[in-house]
């Protein structure tokens, strides 16, 4: 027992486990990544990512940590409005476009955890959302997502 557990820190998209270790695996999504060996590790996709770090006697796995790589677009672009942020407990979305169909509304943890999930139809114009926010104060990742789009949010609950 004479490592701590592994803290990841995070650097745009570069992982870097913060304690030492003799030798290192990074997962994604509970999975070993093939060949991530090294302290630290470049996060291309979205996921979930954890460090294991070993030395002679022992092994710790961290905290997971979520990555969204991909950046967050301008969602006015789309029609789509989130607000407020940060909220104390609703955050309202509206989409104003020409899209009709189902459209899925994910608030994510920072852990990778579903926290909320709600399925809703667009059948106009405009399609005005409420959801409710979790307890806990944090930073959480709303997705919105249609058939063909994945669209994220950083939601701040106070």
């Known amino acids: 027992n004479s490592i701590a557990k592994p803290t990841i820190v995070l650097n745009g ?33 979205d996921g979930s990512y954890q460090v294991a770090i070993f030395d002679a006697s022992c092994n710790r796995l961290s905290d997971a940590i979520v990555i969204s790589a991909i950046s967050e677009p301008d969602l006015a672009k789309f029609g789509v409005f989130v607000g407020p942020i940060p909220s104390e407990d609703l ?28 399925i809703a139809t667009k059948n106009s114009e405009e399609l005005i959302e409420t959801l409710p926010l979790p307890n806990q104060t944090g930073v959480y990742i709303l997705q919105i997502e249609t058939n063909d789009l994945t669209l994220h949010k950083k939601v701040i609950k106070f």
């Open 91 to 118: 955050v309202t979305i509206q989409i104003q476009n020409e899209f009709e169909g189902s459209i899925l509304f994910r608030l994510i943890d920072l852990s990778g955890r579903t926290m909320l999930s709600k």
């Open 13 to 45: 998209n570069q992982l870097t486990s913060q304690q030492p270790g003799s030798s290192y695996q990074w997962f994604r999504n509970g999975l070993p990544i093939v060949g991530a060996t090294q302290r630290s590790f470049t996060a291309d996709d």
